[in-house]
Nanobody, 124 residues
Framework: QVQLVESGGVLVQAGGSLRLSCVAA????????MSWFRQAPGKEREFAAG??????NLYYADSVKGRFTISRAENTVYLQMNSLKPEDTAVYYC???????????????????WGQGTQVTVSS
């Protein structure tokens, strides 16, 4: 089993920056892919950014590309969020996927482990 714990979500003004952290504990060898998803009220959970275990392959949703940066250091994954917009308001979830032949996935259903989420609110 893998436990994921997110932190860093707060209320921030539009244009501001924020860094989220996700610490993985347990069988961390299973965290082959780690990604950040987000879910706004009344909307489906959507992929925001993902990173492979090596840290060399990064993936971003078009809506965050150029503003968000995902990084990974051992068992912690970070999401640096810059130029925040009110539409970035959501609960942000960290997710991990076991080793698989097809690598990154943008579908929440493909992930094996989830954190409890951290609220990010961007005021206008």
């Amino acid at each position: 089993q893998v436990q994921l714990v997110e932190s860093g979500g707060v209320l921030v003004q539009a244009g501001g920056s924020l860094r989220l952290s996700c610490v993985a504990a347990g069988r961390t060898g299973s965290t082959y892919v780690m990604s950040w998803f987000r879910q706004a009220p009344g909307k489906e959970r959507e992929f925001a950014a993902g990173i492979m275990k090596t840290g060399r392959n990064l993936y971003y949703a078009d809506s965050v590309k150029g503003r968000f940066t995902i990084s990974r250091a051992e068992n912690t994954v970070y999401l640096q969020m810059n130029s925040l917009k009110p539409e970035d308001t959501a609960v942000y979830y960290c997710a991990a996927r076991r080793p698989t032949s097809d690598g990154i996935s943008y579908s929440p259903a493909a992930y094996d482990y989830w954190g409890q989420g951290t609220q990010v609110t961007v005021s206008s």
